[in-house]
């Protein structure tokens, strides 16, 4: 005796039962939000919506979730910290009863103005040129919308009479998406059956609109076999920037050669999967105060998430910054309490003025012999240098109206960084402070004082082919500048 195949039980998550309702929500708000709707876009957004919605969460209000979470994804995509009045309405489900009450009340005009206004976003002036009709009107019907809202929510004990209109409205665009079911088959739907109850149901609707535009596929409403609920893991770092040390987030950004975002005006994010070497380039910073230990605070999590193309997607980044900003400034989790910054280099001046008051002695006793001799004196140039397992720190002190020139060696050859067109050209290194820093990623480091602007030193440098290492820099440069002030560095070999 054979028995029948039984097919497999059917899934009971929200991702699964309710896979095209909430591709339709997601691309429907995605481009509300004028973002263009690639696959990669709706696959994203898609994925950072349901690390946020729980398996159980019934459909109708898993889609109006969806829309909230997309608008936080395309925010975060711009690398913005999403922000949005009234975050708290969104966990109050959306009352089928009041959904149901409103649409009775509607007449022509008020269901134009709740389907097209509120559902599909256009605003009151378009309408009132689409139907000819006096925009006083049309705010008096919405208006009346408003009040039919406030009753209902009266009769359930909901307190919106506080709300202001705005936070009103925000809630009927919810109600105006809201499709409380049951809905015919996608397929028939796409192909143009059940026209009055398309017409009647904003997802079949917006569904429908979207396949006949060709921005959707039926391939996309349909969920995939497997892995249709993103669960993988992640630990991440959120640091923190005062405002005096913000200049330095971009300087971080480059010598931490992990996926990181910066967020906001303060916030950067960072995959901490390799905490070692995260923890040594923030203490190399720390040590030289970019940013120094006041500067700066962190916390590490754990938790659902997945890096793509630069974007962390997921909870974690909101949770991570909440946190991050209750921590003690130069405290990060794993590290534990940032060292000082070292101390500056100690000052030439007393060895400048022994060798002044000495020069003056040699210079009267032996006047005719110094005036005979050439002038070989140089200005005392002297960077340090600091480095990590991915570069090097330099850090010079040099006058206002000098001209510098650095350049880096790394795998593919030597770069000219600060060309040394003229004292502004190092105006992108500078501290503020009279002092100029920079990390470059290489192996060695060559900084030059010149004695006057070289507009062509970038063209003497592109068009010499056969340096390709600092050493024959430093050489050809020694030739052709005889008086620059030049000091190399290169990283230990391991």
């Given at each position: 005796?054979?028995l029948?195949?039984?097919p497999?039980?059917r899934?009971?998550d929200v991702?699964?039962?309710?896979w095209?309702?909430?591709?339709?929500?997601i691309?429907?708000?995605?481009?509300?939000?004028?973002?263009?709707?690639?696959?990669?876009?709706l696959?994203d957004?898609?994925?950072?919506?349901?690390?946020?919605?729980?398996p159980?969460?019934?459909?109708?209000?898993?889609?109006d979730?969806?829309?909230?979470r997309?608008r936080?994804?395309?925010q975060?995509?711009?690398?913005?910290?999403?922000?949005?009045s009234?975050?708290?309405?969104?966990?109050?489900?959306?009352?089928?009863r009041w959904?149901?009450e409103?649409?009775?009340?509607?007449?022509?005009?008020?269901?134009?103005?709740?389907?097209?206004h509120?559902?599909?976003?256009r605003?009151i002036?378009?309408?009132?040129?689409?139907l000819q009709?006096?925009t006083?009107t049309?705010?008096?019907s919405?208006?009346?919308?408003?009040?039919v809202?406030r009753?209902?929510?009266?009769e359930?004990h909901?307190?919106?009479d506080?709300?202001?209109?705005?936070?009103?409205?925000?809630?009927?665009?919810?109600?105006?998406?809201y499709?409380p079911g049951p809905?015919?088959s996608?397929?028939?739907?796409?192909?143009?059956?059940?026209?009055?109850?398309t017409?009647?149901c904003?997802?079949c609707s917006r569904m429908?609109?979207?396949v006949?535009?060709?921005?959707?596929?039926?391939?996309?409403?349909?969920?995939p076999?497997?892995?249709?609920?993103?669960?993988?893991e992640?630990?991440?770092l959120?640091l923190h920037?005062h405002?005096?040390?913000?200049?330095?987030?971009?300087?971080l950004?480059?010598?931490?050669?992990?996926?990181?975002?910066?967020?906001?005006?303060d916030?950067l994010?960072?995959?901490?999967s390799?905490?070692?070497?995260?923890s040594r380039?923030?203490i190399?910073?720390?040590e030289?105060?970019t940013?120094?230990?006041?500067?700066i605070?962190?916390?590490?999590?754990?938790?659902f998430?997945?890096?793509?193309?630069?974007r962390?997607?997921?909870?974690l980044p909101?949770?991570?910054?909440?946190e991050a900003?209750?921590?003690?400034w130069?405290i990060?989790?794993g590290?534990?309490?940032?060292?000082?910054?070292?101390?500056?280099?100690p000052?030439?001046?007393?060895?400048?003025?022994?060798?002044?008051?000495l020069?003056?002695?040699?210079?009267?006793?032996?006047?005719?012999?110094?005036h005979a001799?050439?002038?070989t004196?140089?200005?005392?140039?002297?960077?340090?240098?600091?480095?990590?397992?991915s570069?090097i720190?330099?850090?010079?002190?040099v006058?206002d109206t000098?001209?510098?020139?650095?350049i880096?060696e790394?795998?593919?050859?030597v770069?000219?960084?600060?060309?040394p067109?003229?004292?502004?050209?190092?105006?992108?290194i500078?501290?503020?402070d009279?002092?100029?820093?920079?990390?470059?990623?290489?192996?060695?480091?060559l900084?030059a004082?010149?004695t006057k602007?070289l507009?062509?030193f970038?063209?003497?440098?592109?068009t010499t082919?056969q340096?390709?290492?600092?050493?024959?820099?430093e050489?050809?440069?020694r030739?052709?500048?005889?008086?620059a002030?030049?000091?190399?560095?290169?990283?230990?070999?391991p």
């Amino acid at each position: 005796m054979v028995l029948p195949i039984q097919p497999p039980p059917r899934s009971e998550d929200v991702a699964v039962r309710g896979w095209h309702a909430l591709t339709v929500r997601i691309a429907w708000t995605l481009l509300s939000e004028g973002i263009l709707l690639t696959k990669t876009a709706l696959r994203d957004a898609r994925t950072h919506v349901l690390f946020h919605i729980d398996p159980s969460t019934p459909l109708a209000h898993a889609e109006d979730l969806a829309e909230h979470r997309t608008r936080e994804f395309v925010q975060r995509a711009k690398s913005r910290l999403y922000t949005e009045s009234d975050p708290q309405d969104w966990a109050m489900p959306i009352s089928s009863r009041w959904h149901s009450e409103l649409t009775k009340s509607l007449n022509p005009l008020s269901r134009t103005v709740f389907l097209k206004h509120y559902g599909d976003g256009r605003s009151i002036q378009q309408l009132a040129q689409r139907l000819q009709v006096d925009t006083n009107t049309l705010e008096a019907s919405r208006a009346g919308l408003r009040e039919v809202v406030r009753g209902q929510a009266r009769e359930d004990h909901v307190p919106l009479d506080g709300w202001d209109s705005a936070r009103v409205d925000r809630l009927i665009h919810r109600l105006a998406a809201y499709s409380p079911g049951p809905c015919p088959s996608t397929f028939e739907v796409c192909s143009g059956g059940h026209p009055e109850h398309t017409k009647s149901c904003c997802r079949c609707s917006r569904m429908s609109r979207l396949v006949q535009r060709g921005m959707l596929k039926l391939e996309d409403l349909t969920a995939p076999s497997l892995g249709v609920r993103p669960n993988t893991e992640l630990e991440i770092l959120a640091l923190h920037f005062h405002r005096d040390g913000l200049r330095h987030r971009d300087e971080l950004i480059k010598a931490l050669d992990v996926p990181k975002q910066p967020l906001g005006d303060d916030l950067l994010i960072i995959d901490a999967s390799d905490f070692e070497s995260i923890s040594r380039t923030l203490i190399v910073a720390a040590e030289l105060n970019t940013p120094g230990r006041d500067h700066i605070r962190g916390t590490r999590m754990r938790g659902f998430g997945q890096w793509r193309k630069g974007r962390l997607l997921g909870p974690l980044p909101a949770q991570a910054e909440q946190e991050a900003r209750y921590r003690p400034w130069g405290i990060i989790d794993g590290i534990g309490e940032l060292p000082q910054p070292m101390p500056e280099p100690p000052s030439a001046r007393p060895v400048w003025l022994v060798d002044g008051v000495l020069a003056l002695v040699t210079l009267l006793l032996f006047f005719p012999i110094v005036h005979a001799a050439p002038d070989t004196s140089a200005t005392r140039f002297q960077p340090t240098f600091a480095e990590d397992e991915s570069g090097i720190w330099v850090h010079m002190d040099v006058a206002d109206t000098s001209t510098i020139c650095v350049i880096t060696e790394d795998a593919h050859g030597v770069h000219l960084r600060v060309a040394p067109d003229g004292p502004a050209s190092k105006a992108k290194i500078a501290l503020g402070d009279g002092t100029y820093r920079m990390y470059d990623v290489g192996e060695a480091v060559l900084v030059a004082q010149m004695t006057k602007p070289l507009p062509t030193f970038e063209h003497w440098i592109n068009t010499t082919k056969q340096v390709s290492k600092l050493e024959q820099v430093e050489k050809a440069l020694r030739t052709r500048f005889p008086n620059a002030n030049i000091a190399t560095y290169r990283k230990a070999t391991p």
